[in-house]
Every structure is written in C-alpha cells, then in structure tokens.
C-alpha cells in the first residue's frame, strides 16, 4: 500500500489539527507524520499567545494533548526549519511537507518616534509575560501611564494584564519573573487608542466585559465618542456582537467613576500619529489625530491634533509571519503564497505579487502563515481540512524521497548533535510544571529558560 511520510513543521493547534484531520480522514494510503517545532514544547501560541488569565482557552492544550498521545504523530521539539533541518533534507525524506509556523512578529507601525526607547511591540510583551523561551526574563515596566495602541483582542490582552494587580494574576500559570515584574509596576493609567469608534472594534464582548471586572481598576470612557451617526446606529441594530459591546460600554458610561488606584482609559476616534521625545531619547507622549465618520462606515482625520502624556507605548496593530529559507514568501503580507493550502510560486520571478501561480508540488501551507494573523484557534481546524483535502488529492504530485524510514530522521539529527524534545520530553515538562505548581497552589508554573526546558524533558 502506497505510504505518505509527512513532516509538518509547526506544532500550533494549525499543525496539531492537520496531523489529526489527516489521521482520521478516508484515504487509500497508509500514514506517517512527523511534527517539528522550533520550541521545545508543543501548541504554538496557546502555550506563548493565549493569556494566563484565560485558563478555559488555555485548556484547548488538553485536546491538543489528547491527539499526540494518541501515539500516531512523532514531535521532534526544539528542531528550527532553515537551520537544524531544511527543504532539501524533508525532500530526501518525506512525500510532502506542511508548515504551519504561524506568525509570531509584531506588525510594524509607521509613525514617527515609534522607536524610542519604551516603545515596545505587543507580541514581544505576550511572549515576556507567557514566559517564551526567547525572550529577556525581565521586562522595564516603570512607566505610570502607558498607551496601547489598536482595538484588537490582543490590544485588550496586554492592557489588561498592564492594569490587573499581579497578585490577581497569582492563580494562573505565570512564572516568578513575570510575578514580580508586574507586581513591581508603578502603572496607574493605561489609554487604549483605536483609530476609529466603538461600533467598530476589532475586539470581542467577552474580552471586553473582562476589563471592566479588573478589581481597583476604573474604566473611563469619553462622552464625545459616543455620538454616534447612522452608520454606526446601523451597527448597533443589525450585528449582535456590536449590541453587546455598545450596551457594556453603555454600562461603563452609567457606572459612577470611583477612586480605583489604576484607571483603564478608552479612546476611540484617535489615529496615532507620533511618538513624542521627553527629549532623552524616551517616550514622552503619544499625538493623535482626532478622527471622525465619513458617512460610510469609515472615519476620517479631522486636523484636530491631541496630546497625552505617557511613559510607554504598546503597538498590537497585529502580527506578522515570517519567511522560512526556500519557501516562497508574500512580503507585503506576511504569509506563504498559497492556493487552498497549495503553496504557490512564480514562474517568472520578476513578476509582482499576481505571479504566484505555479504550485510547489509537496509544499502546503496552514493557519497563520496560510490565512495570515487572524482568527480564532478553532479556524485553524477548518483551515487544515482545506489544506489536507489537497495533500490527499495530489497523491500523484508527491514527492519520491529516496530514505524514507522514520530512522533516518532521527539518525539525521542526531548526527547533527541536535538536542530534540519528543512526546514522552514535553510529558516530562509537563509533570515538572504541574509539580512547581502544586508547590505553591497552583495548577502549573511555567519554566522559561530553554535550556532548562530541553534538559527536564530529556531527563538529563
Ligand atoms: C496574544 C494572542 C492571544 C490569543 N488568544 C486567543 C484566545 O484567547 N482564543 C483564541 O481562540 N485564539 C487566540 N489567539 C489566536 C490563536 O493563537 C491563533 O489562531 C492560533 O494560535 C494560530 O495557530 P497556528 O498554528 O497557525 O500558529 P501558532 O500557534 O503560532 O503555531 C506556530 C508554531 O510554529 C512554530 N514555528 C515557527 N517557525 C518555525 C520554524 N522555523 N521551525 C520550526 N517551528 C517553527 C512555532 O514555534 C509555533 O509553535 C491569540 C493570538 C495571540 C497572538
Ligand atoms: N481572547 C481572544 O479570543 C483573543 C485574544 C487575542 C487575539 N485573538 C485573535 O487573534 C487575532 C489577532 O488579534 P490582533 O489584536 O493582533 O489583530 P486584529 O484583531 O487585526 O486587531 C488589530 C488592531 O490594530 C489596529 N491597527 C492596525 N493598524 C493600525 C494603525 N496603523 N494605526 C492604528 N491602529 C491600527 C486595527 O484597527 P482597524 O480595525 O482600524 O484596522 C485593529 O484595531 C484576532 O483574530 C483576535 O481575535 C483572540
């Protein structure tokens, strides 16, 4: 019988979902999937995205948990695609490979001063306070008034964890370096700006329900941006998650402004416009545009220019994936050129981004670094199952590897002294984490140092 060897190489819920859709579906072939991953700890951003203080979304790890031990799909941890292992080497051992390594970089945002020193991006933020591996242990959180900028669901994430005591945040998975971090912050005012007006968020209900439970802190609202025109009006009444977040706002406006040592500030209708030099070389403001509607669902800049101090700034205007050697890669969007999952190139590489055409026979492509940064984790399963529905249908198209074993991958690595982490590693991780946090009366305690990851789940 006809065999597909497949590597996947990204061990996100993207990568999880098409090695168990795959397994799972109607086929006339046998199955052999090898999943990589840079980390040495599998699930991608709901392990290093997903905040602490969201447990219930965090438990999609135990779902994902329930596929690899299944015991049908082999992780390789801590193996990096482009240097540990590369495109010739998967040629040489498998029929076809998948990536799904998602985009973890902040998107840029284009506005003067936005590189002084306290202004950070949201994702490298997430990835402190989700102890990523990657990432400096400490954080300079010293600033009393900082600015996040954009309306997105992650916008909301990092302003809440800026604002939330750090001894609310104790029951969660957060390690002793986050722990003090955020309990040494001076922060009593966090802005949140969106370029345009509350009906239209990029962020959701429930997420922004939450922020008005954070105890001692005060949510503050701005009249002026709640004016609103029949676009807007429309909004309200046809879109049942615009309701509900206009009528929690609603309740916000009504709520008696209180004495809260921290105060989370909504500003809508403002478009960023500079960072402001407290003349160190430091952030010493944020200037903004006032904005307005345009009639037609959109807003426009109305020459009205605004200042607020500030110490810090946030930019979660959105992520952004990352090109992996030898895969073609659409820089304007940050994503693999794809058709359905089929990775795309171009026949002729001077031609512009209407060039991607040729299909790269066993190359495909899923999630973040398919679709691009947005979406649930749950899209990502419809997203495999579009990509698999043509890894099943190229079975002609495939590649011939000429070492095929499932030894030969791991004799390749080894070879090269790569230290990788396997199943039985990230359940020897995972009961090492579990165990710090019993200690202390919680349900897990994260270890960050990668390192120290590696070595506890080799049990060296
Ligand atoms: C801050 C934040 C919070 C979020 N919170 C929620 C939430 O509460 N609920 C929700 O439904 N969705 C949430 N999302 C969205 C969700 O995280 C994504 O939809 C989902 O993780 C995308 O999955 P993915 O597998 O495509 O990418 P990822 O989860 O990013 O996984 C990609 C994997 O590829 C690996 N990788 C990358 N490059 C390489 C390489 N060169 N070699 C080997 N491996 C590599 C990475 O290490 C990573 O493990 C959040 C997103 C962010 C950014
Ligand atoms: N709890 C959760 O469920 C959760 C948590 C985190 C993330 N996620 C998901 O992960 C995905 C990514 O989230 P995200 O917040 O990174 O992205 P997002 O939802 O796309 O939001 C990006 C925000 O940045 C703003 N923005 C972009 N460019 C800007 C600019 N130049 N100036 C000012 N503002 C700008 C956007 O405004 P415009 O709308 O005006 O463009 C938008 O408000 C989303 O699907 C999100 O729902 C979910």
Known sequence: MTKLRLAIVGAGPAGIYAADILLKAERNFEVSIDLFDHLPAPYGLVRYGVAPDHPRIKGIINALRDVLDRGDIRLFGNVQFGTDITLDDLKKHYNAVIFSTG???DASL??????????YGAAEFVSWFDGHPDFPRTWPLEAREVAVIGNGNVALDV?????????????TEIPANVYDGLKASPVTDVHVFGRRGPTSVKFTPLELRELGELRDVDMILHEEDFDYDDAARAAVASNKQVFVIDKVMNQWRQRPVGEASRRLHLHFFA?????????????GAIRYERTAPDGEGGVAGTGEIREVPIQAVYRAVGYFGTQLPGIPFDKRRGIIPNREGQVL??????????????????VYATGWIKRGPVGL????KSDAMET?????????????????????????LDSRGIKYTDLDGWHNLDQHEIGLGSGEGRARVKVVPRDDMVRISRAE
């Open 103 to 105: 985009a973890v970089r």
């Open 110 to 119: 284009n506005i003067p001063g936005i590189e002084l020193e306290g202004s």
């Open 159 to 171: 302003s809440r964890i800026l604002a939330k005591h750090a001894d609310d945040l104790l029951p």
């Open 271 to 283: 478009k960023p416009l500079e960072i402001v030099d407290d003349g160190s070389g430091r952030v």
């Open 345 to 362: 190139r171009k026949a002729d590489p001077t031609s512009g981004s209407a060039g991607w055409t040729e299909q790269m026979y066993g």
């Open 377 to 380: 984790i749950g899209h990502t």
């Open 388 to 412: 698999i529905r043509h890894v099943i249908n190229d079975l002609g198209n495939w590649w011939r590897p000429e070492s095929p074993s499932e030894q030969s991958v791991s004799d390749l």
